[in-house]
């Protein structure tokens, strides 16, 4: 069955959350950066917000955090419009990119400023701070200066000091992106492990979509202060409703066409768009289509392109290859096996792939 979807953001039906946004809001003059945002995230979930640089996720967050007001809508946790509601009475835990250590402490002493401004007392302060140190892994290390420790360990603290405090819901913006690959992996998978330990309801503001996709139950996608679409890490990526998801999660090769009677005419390919007429574009995603030296025929069950290699790169587990076929540039991945021969450039191609991974969208 081919995957086809008319360009349109896709609703969200009002039902009831730990977490509710409702029609929220907010406006800077002219310029809308969060338009009319609904959503409802359960309680135990974490929710990532995934989008471009600008498209409003960070400002939602800030909102849902009290950092910034709405222009209208509203912020409902747990039955309790908190709209109105000042920051240090929400009941947030909040992470951000920046660790925000104060540099004169030391690591306990950071973990235990929240319980200090909530006049918690001493003994159970000292309990609870023992207790956070050592679900981020850092027993041993509380009488260290942030200076001391490395990026993960410094972004453990922030961590430990977020969940001190018990809140109702763990907000992070961006947390892990200053720390290097391999340390983003560890941290990714600390953070989904505890939120999960604890089943606290979270919100992970990225623009990686990796770590969308990977660690949370849930991934909401926006574009231009508008969700785009809401669902499983599966059903987003299988699964797109619009051109821009297909083509912003996970890489995307792009064929112009137009459509009519249900059947769109692409590079000599006629390709099913139930729905569709006028001009279409055509997507597969690279590691789905498939290159041959011997000459693949179109059929009932694949789609073939021929084509001419441009460029080969060889990644290590992946061998990549840009072919022009179809009036464009077409990218194929593949995952090496090792002693495979590398095609050059002008080496003349197949490229297929089968109809049910090819998307439909109307052209923007």
Known sequence: MIRTAPEETAGLKQGEGFLSLRGLTRRYGDFVAVDDFNLDVPKGELVAFLGPSGCGKTTSLRMIAGLAPSTSGHIVVNG??????????????LVFQSYALFPHMDIAKNVAFGLEMRKVPKAEAAERVREAIAMVR???KEHHRPAQLSGGQQQRVALARALVVRPSILLLDEPLSNLDAKLRDEMRNEIRDIQKRLGITAVFVTHDQMEALTICDKVVVMNHGKLEQMGTPHEIYEHPKTAFVAGFVGRINRLAGKASGGVAEVAGLKVAAPGFNG?????????????STDGVQADGERHALP?????????????????EAGGTIMKTEAATRGGEA????????TLSWRPQDT??????
Request: proline fraction near 10%; charge should be negative; charged fraction near 20%.
């Open 138 to 140: 850092l027993t041993g």
């Open 279 to 291: 001009p279409v574009e055509v997507m597969v995603r690279p590691h789905r289509v498939s290159l």
């Open 342 to 349: 590398v095609l050059a450039p002008g080496t003349p191609v």
């Open 307 to 323: 084509g001419t290699v441009t460029r080969a790169t060889f990644a290590g587990d992946i061998l990549e290859y840009e072919v």
């Open 80 to 93: 309790r419009d908190i709209t109105g509601v000042p920051p240090y009475q929400r009941d947030m835990g």
């Open 359 to 364: 998307y439909v969208y109307a052209a923007s």
